[in-house]
Nanobody, 117 residues
Framework: QVQLVESGGGMVQAGGSLRLSCAAS????????MGWYRQAPGKQREMVAT???????NYADSGKGRFTISRDNAKNTVYLQMNSLKPEDTAVYYC???????????WGQGTQVTVSS
């Protein structure tokens, strides 16, 4: 079992920045994909950015050029640096860990990001 603890959400004005962190409760020795998803009120949860255990990032079009995902394997932590935030980025952001060889997903509890205009 792996717990994911997110932090770094909050309220910011449009054009501002936030950095989200997601810490896993133990070392991940498997091949993995970790990423950030978000869900705005009345909308489906959508992928924002992911990164593999090989360090390969993937971004949704909405965040390209503004968001950067990175990882620190020594700290079992993934980060999402969000710049030039827009009101439409307002959502609850969730961290997800996928262990594809075990066919297992873990989710964090979510952290609120609110961008005011």
């Amino acid at each position: 079992q792996v717990q994911l603890v997110e932090s770094g959400g909050g309220m910011v004005q449009a054009g501002g920045s936030l950095r989200l962190s997601c810490a896993a409760s133990r070392n991940i020795f498997n091949i993995y994909v970790m990423g950030w998803y978000r869900q705005a009120p009345g909308k489906q949860r959508e992928m924002v950015a992911t990164i593999t255990s090989y360090g390969t990032p993937n971004y949704a079009d909405s965040g390209k050029g503004r968001f950067t995902i990175s990882r620190d394997n020594a700290k079992n932590t993934v980060y999402l640096q969000m710049n030039s935030l827009k009101p439409e980025d307002t959502a609850v952001y969730y961290c997800k860990l996928t262990l594809p060889t075990l066919n297992v997903d873990y989710w964090g509890q979510g952290t609120q990001v609110t961008v005011s205009s």
